[in-house]
């Protein structure tokens, strides 16, 4: 079954530094990918997701993510972070088979 | 408003009392689904639904049941909770299989099992 791995369960950056949130993921089969993003008390958003149409995915709030198949790679990027983007983000991996698997989560920390 | 509305956002209860975590999404969407978070672990999915009277189990369905009466209503009853499902609860749903749709996610229940 897919699985995915989130490097570090909390990664702290100082606003206007870069963003880097990583992922490694399992699968048996070419994956759907997605980042997921949980503001304090609120229910997951999508931030973007990976469908194979291109290994570069942009998605919302400046965050985009690079899928790399010989890494097993889908790590987020952000060029500078702002405050509001301190949150809880969430990888997930799905083989097409209605079984989404979310990663452990990673806090990201935005320092002033 | 597009939204995926679970209620209540907070409960106490004490072991061995049965109760329904209720969600309702007004999309019009077919799956729906119930996840658990922990610290460390993640979402792990507990049931899915693909349609109405159609529901499935996912990583987790012991002590859980669920139905899916109807197209927008998917309740989440724990029939004698203990404190190991202490946890808190989303319910979500999407336009299609959960393979390449965007999920929408309810804001989530706070559950303590006493």
């Known amino acids: 079954a897919q699985s995915v791995t989130q490097l570090g369960s909390h990664v702290s950056v100082s606003e206007g530094a870069l963003v880097l949130l990583r992922c490694n993921y399992s699968s048996s089969v070419p994956p759907y990918l997605f980042w997921y993003v949980q503001y304090p008390n609120q229910g997951l958003q999508l931030l973007l997701k990976?469908?194979?149409?291109?290994?570069l995915v942009k998605g919302i709030n400046g965050f985009e993510a690079e899928f790399k198949k010989s890494e097993t790679s889908f790590h987020l990027t952000k060029p500078s972070a702002h405050m509001s983007d301190a949150a809880e983000y969430f990888c997930?991996?799905?083989?097409?088979?209605?079984?989404?698997?979310f990663g452990a989560g990673t806090r990201l920390t935005v320092k002033p | 408003e597009a939204q995926v509305t679970q209620n209540p956002r907070y409960l106490i209860t004490v072991t061995g009392k049965k109760l329904t975590v209720t969600c309702s999404q007004n999309m019009n969407h077919e799956y729906m689904s119930w996840y658990r978070q922990d610290p460390g672990l993640g979402l792990r999915q507990i049931y899915y639904?693909?349609?109405?009277?159609?529901?499935d189990k996912g990583d987790v369905p012991e002590g859980y049941k669920v139905s899916r009466k109807e197209k927008r209503n998917f309740p989440l009853i724990l029939e004698s909770p203990s404190p190991n499902q202490t946890s808190l609860y989303f319910c979500?749903?999407?336009?299609?299989?959960?393979?390449?749709?965007?999920?929408?996610f309810g804001s989530g229940t706070q559950l303590s099992v006493l």
């Open positions: 639904s693909m349609n109405v009277e159609v529901t």
């Open positions: 979500a749903s999407s336009g299609g299989p959960a393979t390449n749709e965007k999920l929408f």
């Open positions: 997930a991996v799905s083989e097409g088979n209605n079984d989404m698997r």
């Open positions: 990976y469908t194979s149409a291109a290994t």
